[in-house]
């Protein structure tokens, strides 16, 4: 099969984009994905999306991991996918596009930083020195302390494999609090299984858990190891939050051909 493809990353999260919207890539196997993912024989990416046709919708969003196997929402994937529905000729400054996990509102703003609407949470899990929710994929996250030397990888494999998590996986974030409004995000991910240079859902979640404000409008700033991104929230309560957009930039790489 002749692909072509199209490289985007977001703040050093990288994927893979197909426009399906002729269902021409409908029976694109695992291996196959994983095959393209691969970034010694293969284009590299953290992930693999494929841009299909909707009813009711600009477009849907179905998203694989590098492992080839389907994954869930994943927040810099879906910032990506809006802007290559632009580049493919889907040109609006509001979209409204169906993932895994929904429907998502998404925009573009005047310096083509692109915003996606998370879906809300209800249910924060707490423990002493962790917390556990899930933001269109499920997180584990973690405080820490000079967090530019933490082992992110061993340390979150630890989690990541643990009885509670072996079976379906967690995606775990470290954080380490630089201000009041802002924090430094390190992911090991799943279904990557290992440490990516940003994760949106990741992000969120660290956000979300690190609010400034007890109730009401917050916006966090937050550091990762590829760039800065930003989310902005209501905290209805300690385990409610509405209105959850994350907000950063996204660039096209290159687009080219692949004989797999």
């Given amino acids: 099969m002749d692909i072509t493809f199209y490289k985007y990353q977001g703040t ?3 994927f893979i984009l197909l426009d399906n919207r002729e269902n021409i890539y409908d029976n694109i196997s695992s291996e196959q994905v994983k095959k393209m993912c691969d970034r010694h024989f293969g284009i590299g990416a953290d992930g693999l999306m494929l841009l299909n046709n909707k009813k009711g919708y600009d477009f849907e969003m179905v998203y694989y991991n590098s492992d080839g196997n389907t994954g ?6 879906g910032r990506c996918i809006v802007n290559f529905a632009y580049r493919l000729g889907i040109k609006k400054k509001e979209y409204l596009f169906l993932g895994s996990d929904g429907p998502h509102e998404a925009e573009i703003d005047i310096n083509k930083e692109i915003s996606l609407k998370m879906q809300d949470v209800n249910n924060v899990q707490f423990s002493l020195d962790y917390y556990v929710l899930n933001t269109g994929s499920p997180h584990y996250v973690k405080y820490v302390k000079d967090i530019a030397n933490f082992d992110v990888i061993a340390e979150g494999r630890k989690i990541r494999y643990n009885k509670e998590f072996a079976e379906t ?4 974030d470290f954080v380490e609090i630089i201000s009041d409004d802002e924090i430094f995000v390190r992911t090991y991910e799943r279904g990557v299984e290992n440490e990516t240079l940003s994760c949106g859902t990741g992000v969120t979640a660290s956000a979300l858990v690190s609010a400034h404000n007890e109730k009401g409008f917050n916006r966090v700033e937050v550091k990762a ?3 800065n991104l930003s989310v902005e929230f209501e905290k ?5 939050f509405i209105n959850i ?3 950063g930039p996204v660039e096209f790489v290159f687009e080219g051909s692949i004989q797999i």
């Fill in 245 to 247: 957009w994350l907000s």
């Fill in 12 to 14: 050093g999260n990288d």
């Fill in 169 to 172: 996986g967690v995606n775990v």
């Fill in 236 to 240: 209805m309560s300690d385990t409610e």
């Fill in 72 to 77: 869930s929402m994943c927040g810099n994937g």
């Fill in 225 to 227: 190891l590829g760039g």
